[in-house]
């Protein structure tokens, strides 16, 4: 029942197509671009370029900046969240880089490490940074004080305060963070592959392509395909959030 609504509106929008309601050069109907997508998926688009190497390399650029990010992003919030004096001082920083969007940095991501795979994890590295950083600050500040002080009072080193107080009790955050953050990773990959990729693999560079050629059908086909993975990814770490979060 909950795909019903989407079922609908295909429906709704095949008729109107059909109808001649919604010009087809427009915004092709269903029916079309389900045939662009078997185009993409025989073919290829440039010719002889499979979608499924689209779709790996694409995953492996988000995946890599995504990783960066957590890896970055995790102890530098849990150690501003923990400590006033290191939030005091980085947060002016962080409020002033935060607010540049990542595709501003695609010239400099371009001078500092060329087209190619590197400066595209660079600015997905960039746009999925914020949003795991200010969730586990405010992961960390939601943990209830005493709960820290007892911790303390009872001999807990700092090593052991970190890893069963702080980041168990942050972690709801954190993976709210990660979700908000791989979302906005696919966004600012699309949008950095537009600027070109060596290995002619990528699902922005394909969308390009079939814009270049004047298809809306494979260029929706491949939003659509997108769309599919983000949402797979993201049903995969909720189902991991049930399993971590087995205590709440």
Known sequence: MRYLPILCVVVIWQVLSFSGVIPGNRLPSPVNIILGFTELLTQGLPPGYALAGHCIASLKRVLSGLAIAIVTALPL????GYWTRARNYLTPFVEIIRPIPPLAWVPIAILWFGIGDRSSSFIIFLGAFFPILLNTIGGVLSINRRLIESSIILGAKKRALFTKVLLPGAMPSIITGVRIALGIGWMTLVAAEFTGVKSGYGLGYMIMT????????????????????????DFGIRQMEHKILKWR
């Open 77 to 80: 919030g849990i150690a501003m």
């Open 210 to 233: 079939a814009r270049d050629i004047q298809r809306p059908d494979q260029i929706i086909a491949g939003m659509v395909v997108i769309g599919m993975i983000g949402y797979a990814m």
